[in-house]
Structure formats: structure tokens, C-alpha cells
């Protein structure tokens, strides 16, 4: 698992059509920061285990009082296969996934990075809205 984990890396980077930026290994787990639009870049952090292939990728802090920030989310969540909005230790947002390893495969860990880069992509904006509406200034 971790060798197809990190020949998929390896390729990302190659690839100069890819929006893989950057990768490192640190501590056992993988670093992948990929570029985006509507923000300046989302890391996804890989952590090959003896029986699964975890992910996460990190998108807001904790929210400021608002609940529908979590709404949102979970509406998300319901839409997607491989990661999924759940919260860190300290009550931010991130997305979650993890495959068995008898799944991954080249195609698979296309799919996931794929998948993350699409929801940061769609939900970032309103995620942010809902989430510091508070700190905005009126006009």
C-alpha cells in the first residue's frame, strides 16, 4: 500500500498537468498540497496503516457561533463517496476519508484527491460565509 501511495506521488509531481505542488513524508504520513481556486492551496495528509489507508485535509478553523456551517456540511456529505466533513480535536472542519488497502490503487488515490479538490472547490466559499459572517464588515 504505501509503495502504490507513494508511486502516485511521485507521478502527481511529474505531472505538469497535475495540481500537485508539493509532497513530503513526515512521520509516517505523506504531505500532498495540491493548488486550488478558490483558495490558495489544500494539503491532504496520507496515513498508510496495516489495514487501511487513512486521509485528511484541513478547511476551516473552528467556526464562530454559527451552526450553519455544520449544516452545510453535513447536506455535503450526503453527496460524497470518499471524504467526508467531520470535525478535528480542536472543532475545525476537515475532510475524512480512508480506504481498506486491498482498494488502493492508482486510480483509487486519483479519485480521492480528486474528490477532496472538488468539495474544497464547491462548499470553500459558503463554508466561510456561514462560518465567520460575524467578521464581515456592512456596507
Do not use: C
Request: net charge negative; glycine share 6%.
Amino acid at each position: 500500500m504505501r509503495e502504490v501511495l507513494e508511486t502516485r506521488i511521485d507521478a502527481w509531481l511529474e505531472d505538469p498537468e497535475s495540481d500537485v505542488e508539493y509532497a513530503e513524508e513526515l512521520e509516517g504520513r505523506w504531505a500532498v498540497r495540491m493548488k486550488q481556486e478558490t483558495r490558495d492551496a489544500t494539503t491532504v495528509w496520507f496515513a498508510p496503516g496495516t489495514r487501511s489507508l487513512s486521509y485528511e485535509a484541513y478547511v476551516l478553523p473552528v467556526p464562530e457561533g454559527s451552526t450553519s456551517v455544520y449544516e452545510q456540511a453535513l447536506i455535503r456529505n450526503s453527496r460524497s463517496w470518499r471524504a467526508f466533513f467531520a470535525l478535528d480535536g480542536e472543532g475545525g472542519l476537515v475532510l475524512r476519508g480512508r480506504l481498506a488497502a486491498s482498494q488502493v490503487n492508482h486510480e483509487e488515490l486519483d479519485r480521492v484527491l480528486g474528490e477532496i479538490y472538488d468539495m474544497v472547490e464547491v462548499a470553500f466559499r459558503s463554508l466561510v460565509h456561514a462560518a465567520f459572517s460575524s467578521r464581515e464588515k456592512s456596507v
